[in-house]
């Protein structure tokens, strides 16, 4: 079996979840013992990502003179002879020499369109109907594969669940937090709440802020750390935190490179994640896998991927927030016990299961269950 792959994530400045899947998938399937040949096909030069030399994973770039969808990929798919293609950001070209693999990693534009700008929401929705013409749709939980049955109205048997993985930067062992990793780093040594993931609605980051100014009036606390890519949202959730009085205790982070990131899960005494939505949550494993304590929602695949090992809560009642963050903080016996389960949690999830799922839906597209 021969497949090409949309691989123009790996030439990403600053991976975010869907470019982490992208580099963290070909490298695991890189690894497979006797797995398929797989082209990685980019649209201009890209560091080798990691990947085993001699194995069944090659990077060929391809230079787009036309639409790269359209035109350039298409062509380069029916000259190399793949039996199967894969994308990992849905959209489908609207011509294909061969059969097709999406992956669906939530349908947010559906639940929360209120949170995307009209271009965006026309692209996801665009993204939405590509599911429905693939060969076969790759979810990344049950809880998309459910919500791409029941929006989207794909059957089943053209659906395949492949949980992600957790990439080996995340472990308890290694540095915590240097004091200059940030602007307000050299006030954390004390400990301090994180939030990690994009700055954006959806999140649910004006009811955090709020509850955590609860906290802090009611019992003390330490600094709140949002760490993402800052924009307009990250203003509007500065002066939230300026109204509740606590605009000197929420710092922002910006984006945090993998190795940075991996120090703040390390050296956080909770990670707190109340999202209104999410196909998988990859913080939550990241955090679990650190070692780190975490505070989540009960909706979504929230509560699916934390499992028993964190703390869910309602995300839309701040009360229930506050409670949390209450608990977590006042128990340093209740923090202990979910550090250590989160780990356990966290192993089920690995980049090679990944690999092997995603190989083994390949093989159904082509040839049935």
Same mark, same amino acid.
């Given at each position: 079996?021969?497949?090409?792959?949309?691989?123009?994530a790996?030439?990403?400045?600053?991976?975010?979840?869907?470019?982490?899947? *992208?580099?963290? @998938?070909?490298?695991?399937? =890189?690894?497979? #013992? /006797? !797995? $398929?040949?797989?082209? &990685?096909?980019?649209?201009?030069?890209?560091?080798?990502?990691?990947?085993?030399?001699?194995?069944?994973?090659?990077?060929?770039?391809?230079?787009?003179?036309?639409?790269?969808?359209?035109?350039?990929?298409?062509?380069?798919?029916?000259?190399?002879?793949?039996?199967?293609?894969?994308?990992?950001?849905?959209?489908?070209?609207?011509?294909?020499?061969?059969?097709?693999?999406?992956?669906?990693?939530?349908?947010?534009?559906?639940?929360?369109?209120?949170?995307?700008?009209p271009?965006?929401?026309?692209?996801?929705?665009?993204?939405?109907?590509?599911?429905?013409?693939?060969?076969?749709?790759?979810?990344v939980?049950?809880?998309?594969?459910?919500?791409?049955?029941?929006?989207?109205?794909?059957?089943?048997e053209?659906?395949? *669940?492949?949980? @992600?993985?957790?990439?080996? =930067?995340?472990? #308890? /062992? !290694? $540095?915590?937090?240097? &004091?200059?990793?940030?602007?307000?780093?050299?006030?954390?040594?004390?400990?301090?709440?994180l939030?990690?993931?994009?700055?954006?609605?959806?999140?649910?980051?004006?009811?955090?802020?709020?509850?955590?100014?609860?906290?802090?009036?009611?019992?003390?606390?330490?600094?709140?750390v949002?760490?993402?890519?800052?924009?307009?949202y990250?203003?509007?959730?500065?002066?939230?935190?300026?109204?509740?009085?606590?605009?000197e205790?929420?710092?922002?982070?910006?984006?945090?490179?993998?190795?940075?990131?991996?120090?703040?899960?390390r050296?956080?005494?909770?990670?707190?994640?109340?999202?209104?939505?999410?196909?998988?949550?990859?913080?939550?494993?990241?955090?679990?896998?650190s070692?780190?304590?975490?505070?989540?929602?009960?909706?979504?695949?929230?509560?699916?991927?934390?499992?028993?090992?964190?703390?869910?809560?309602?995300?839309e009642?701040?009360?229930?927030?506050a409670?949390?963050?209450?608990?977590?903080?006042?128990?340093?016996?209740?923090?202990?016990?979910?550090?250590?389960?989160?780990?356990?949690?966290?192993?089920?999830?690995?980049?090679e299961?990944?690999?092997?799922?995603?190989?083994?839906?390949w093989?159904?597209?082509?040839?049935?269950?």
């Open positions: 079996m021969r497949v090409g792959f949309d691989a123009r790996l030439g990403a400045e600053r991976p975010s979840g869907v470019e982490r899947y *992208v580099v963290n @998938l070909l490298r695991a399937l =890189s690894h497979l #013992p /006797d !797995g $398929p040949e797989v082209i &990685a096909y980019t649209d201009r030069p890209v560091a080798e990502p990691g990947l085993r030399k001699g194995g069944p994973v090659r990077v060929c770039v391809v230079r787009a003179r036309r639409g790269w969808l359209r035109a350039a990929l298409p062509w380069r798919l029916w000259r190399d002879r793949v039996d199967l293609v894969h994308l990992p950001s849905t959209i489908l070209p609207p011509l294909l020499p061969c059969p097709a693999v999406v992956t669906v990693h939530d349908l947010a534009w559906h639940y929360h369109p209120d949170t995307y700008a271009a965006d929401l026309r692209m996801q929705r665009r993204a939405g109907r590509s599911a429905q013409r693939a060969a076969h749709v790759i979810a939980s049950e809880s998309t594969a459910r919500d791409v049955r029941q929006v989207l109205d794909v059957p089943r053209r659906i395949s *669940v492949t949980p @992600l993985g957790v990439s080996p =930067s995340f472990s #308890p /062992d !290694g $540095p915590r937090l240097a &004091a200059d990793a940030f602007p307000g780093a050299e006030r954390l040594s004390g400990g301090y709440l939030y990690a993931g994009r700055l954006e609605a959806r999140k649910n980051l004006l009811r955090l802020v709020e509850a955590y100014a609860q906290v802090r009036r009611a019992a003390g606390a330490p600094p709140l949002l760490a993402g890519a800052l924009g307009d990250a203003d509007e959730v500065a002066r939230a935190a300026q109204r509740a009085g606590v605009g205790e929420v710092i922002f982070a910006g984006y945090l490179a993998e190795e940075t990131l991996a120090a703040a899960y050296g956080a005494t909770a990670v707190v994640y109340p999202s209104l939505y999410e196909g998988v949550g990859l913080p939550l494993l990241e955090a679990m896998a070692g780190a304590p975490v505070v989540t929602a009960n909706r979504s695949a929230m509560a699916e991927t934390a499992g028993e090992a964190a703390l869910l809560v309602d995300p009642s701040v009360k229930a927030i409670e949390a963050l209450c608990r977590v903080l006042s128990d340093a016996g209740l923090r202990a016990r979910m550090a250590g389960a989160g780990l356990g949690r966290s192993r089920l999830f690995t980049w299961r990944t690999a092997q799922e995603t190989a083994a839906a093989r159904r597209a082509l040839h049935g269950p």
